[in-house]
């Protein structure tokens, strides 16, 4: 599955734009954010989508999760978030 990742300098506008072509193609969609401002940028996001997706007949559910991943050889705390319609 493809994983969206999100920075806190991602324009949650494009981002839900993505997601919502993600969810319409695969019906299920991953983002992944680290740190604080990322994961803000993500929520935003995702509630944006959930405006794409609506005229469609598609409510959003968001199943948050933590996940351990290696950035420059450093291992880090990610959050992702399985955005799935319900």
């Known amino acids: 599955m493809e994983v969206l990742k999100v920075s806190a300098q991602s324009n ?3 981002v839900a734009g993505a997601l919502a072509a993600v969810l319409r193609e695969r019906g299920t969609a991953e ?11 993500a929520i935003k996001a995702i509630a944006i989508s959930r405006g794409f997706v609506a005229p469609n ?27 799935e319609p319900r």
Not at 31 to 41: I, L, S, T
Not at 59 to 82: Q, S, V
Request: hydrophobic share 50%; proline share 5%; aromatic share 4%.
């Open 12 to 14: 949650p506008k494009s």
């Open 31 to 41: 983002v992944q954010a680290v740190g604080a401002g990322a994961v803000n940028q």
């Open 57 to 83: 007949g598609i409510d959003l559910i968001c199943i948050p999760a933590f996940a351990e991943i290696t950035i420059d050889g450093e291992e880090r705390t990610a959050i992702r978030f399985i955005v």
